[in-house]
T-cell receptor
């Protein structure tokens, strides 16, 4: 079945440093979504990418969708302590909309 | 407006018992999804409802798991003869329609002793 892999599993950075998490799918994705989950919380939708090679920005966050629609990345510029949490990518089933999540990357930011 | 709500927020049960977990989706959302999240893992798809019918139940791990959505709104996930391996956070999400943005509830933390 479809699998979504995400690296790294953990990342510790100093406040102000940049952070990147990478997502790879075993199959071509119709689209990909990114979620953030704070400790003890539930996944919160950040963004959806649909087009091959698409790049979207949300303030300090930059999301990219690969040309082959099998990989994606999330880059955070100048991290802040409020960025702490686990970031998940999720491939979307074109038929049912069900999400196939990666394992997530947990970001810790040292002030 | 109100988001997705789930009850109970925590449930502790003994091995072999039956449990029911409830999800109240956002009003008007026709699509409803159940996921299970184990510690340190991403959410894992269980079942998807479009209206009252289970359109995809391919993620249910075995026949001890069952879910219903009789009136196309509230859904109940039912687990029979619980096992320790069922311990996890059970998340519910709803969306206006299939493939639209999913909004997650706070989850039910199930602990099977």
């Amino acid at each position: 079945g479809q699998q979504v892999m995400q690296i790294p599993q953990y990342q510790h950075v100093q406040e102000g440093e940049d952070f990147t998490t990478y997502c790879n799918s075993s199959t071509t994705l119709s689209n990909i979504q990114w979620y953030k989950q704070r400790p003890g919380g539930h996944p919160v939708f950040l963004i959806q990418l649909v087009k091959s090679g698409e790049v979207k920005k949300q303030k300090r966050l930059t999301f990219q969708f690969g040309e082959a629609k099998k990989n994606s990345s999330l880059h955070i510029t100048a991290t802040q302590t409020t960025d702490v949490g686990t970031y998940f990518c999720a491939g979307v089933s074109s038929n049912t909309g069900k999400l196939i999540f990666g394992q997530g990357t947990t970001l810790q930011v040292k002030p | 407006g109100a988001g997705v709500s789930q009850t109970p927020s925590n449930k502790v049960t003994e091995k072999g018992k039956y449990v029911e977990l409830r999800c109240d989706p956002i009003s008007g959302h026709t699509a409803l999804y159940w996921y299970r999240q184990s510690l340190g893992q991403g959410p894992e798809f269980l079942i998807y409802f479009q209206g009252t019918g289970a359109a995809d139940d391919s993620g249910l791990p075995n026949d001890r798991f069952f879910a219903v959505r009789p009136e196309g709104s509230v859904s109940t996930l039912k687990i029979q003869r619980t096992e320790r391996g069922d311990s996890a956070v059970y998340l519910c999400a709803s969306s206006r329609d299939t493939r639209e943005t999913q909004y997650f509830g706070p989850g039910t933390r199930l602990l099977v002793l």
